[in-house]
């Protein structure tokens, strides 16, 4: 389901007074180039197929109609694609990137190993907030917080420290000193996908969107526990809101400390550098595309949700997450080290 209420307006109004007269100049620009969109993971995983599915319309609704072409550009969780921007890549508005969230609350607890100032990027979009969960896999696997806390074991995968699902997993672990084993080292949710099929997986923690659709319909994958306090429509109730276990003030804020950079999920960025005129007119593009009927069913069509939120979303979540209280972000530190 699309939706793209009065709160977009404004993003799109303030963007639309940017591009106006830039328009003519873009067309120039554009006409001809090629628009990269970075993916910081192995291909077949969930934001490779988010980047895939922008990248076959945006180019309709960017002046002068560039190619638009994804890159898989894999390493450190994508941190590797995402320090890319500024570093090595061009910064003329040709590139973009979409990458891992919970790297932007790895670079607060963490700042001397990621080395980067989220607040900086120019973002783009969102094309939907990461609504993620946890679940089991299989006749054996977990099915509720009940069955995992009394007697259950989880057995679950990730990139590496700072992925989304290595903090979803080690919240488990250390907040609630839930039975959770986290295996590193795997290049991307599809790998991963593969690892639990196997059995070398009992489960995984990921954005509800990336699970195989095949494994909710045939009751493959039991979502039990969910990390946003919104449930959508197509997640299982069973999926218990995490902060519901929370038994102090101070989990409470930590749980809402970590579940921030989910707010800015299947995002789109560019480079601090890139120049303010084209960034705008990505961002009308990004805006013109989420509402293109031709993009809306191509998405529905791959079952991948859309609810589109405005560039200005993004750097809220990364505002308020800068200013969180240091005892907190102290206590996610250790939930990152392990």
């Not at 067309?27 to 969930?46: E, M, N, Q, W």
């Not at 969780?77 to 790297?103: I, Y």
């Not at 989910?262 to 560019?270: C, D, F, I, K, P």
């Not at 890139?274 to 809306?296: E, G, Q, S, Y």
């Amino acid at each position: 389901m699309v939706r793209i209420g009065s709160k977009l307006l404004p993003g799109l109004a303030c963007a639309a007074l940017i591009v106006a007269p830039a328009l003519a100049r873009a067309a120039d620009f554009y006409k001809g180039k090629t628009v990269t969109i970075l993916v910081g993971f192995s291909p077949g995983g969930g934001y490779d197929a988010y980047a895939r599915a922008v990248a076959r319309r945006i180019g309709v609704h960017i002046p002068g109609h560039p190619n638009v072409v994804v890159q898989n550009l894999p390493g450190a969780g994508s941190l590797t694609a995402v320090r890319s921007l500024d570093a090595t890549q061009p910064t003329d508005g040709t590139v973009m990137a979409m990458f891992n969230p919970g790297l932007i609350t790895q670079s607060i607890v963490e700042p001397a190993k990621v080395q980067f100032d989220f607040s900086k990027l120019a973002w783009v979009g969102i094309m939907t907030p990461d609504f993620r969960v946890c679940y089991g896999f299989g006749p054996k696997g977990i099915k509720s917080w009940s069955q995992l806390m009394h007697g259950g074991r989880l057995i679950l995968g990730s990139t590496g420290k700072g992925a989304a699902d290595y903090i979803d997993g080690a919240t488990l672990r250390d907040v609630f000193h839930a039975p959770v084993k986290q295996v590193l080292g795997f290049p991307g949710s599809a790998q991963q996908r593969i690892a639990i099929e196997q059995g070398e997986l009992t489960g995984d923690c990921g954005s509800l969107s990336s699970i195989p659709i095949e494994w909710l319909r045939d009751h493959k994958a039991h979502p039990f526990v969910r990390f946003s306090k919104q449930r959508p429509s197509d997640m299982t109730r069973k999926a218990a809101f995490i902060g519901s276990f929370a038994k102090t003030d101070d989990q409470k804020k930590l749980l809402n400390f970590l579940d921030a950079a989910n707010e800015v999920g299947r995002s789109l960025a560019m480079s601090s550098k890139a120049p303010a005129a084209r960034v705008a007119i990505l961002r009308k593009a990004f805006v013109d595309t989420m509402k293109d009927p031709a993009f809306v069913a191509d998405m529905k069509k791959e079952r991948l949700p859309l609810h589109p939120l405005p560039a200005e979303d993004a750097q809220k979540s990364i505002g308020a997450m800068i200013k969180a209280a240091p005892a907190t972000i102290a206590r996610a530190k250790k939930i990152f080290e392990g």
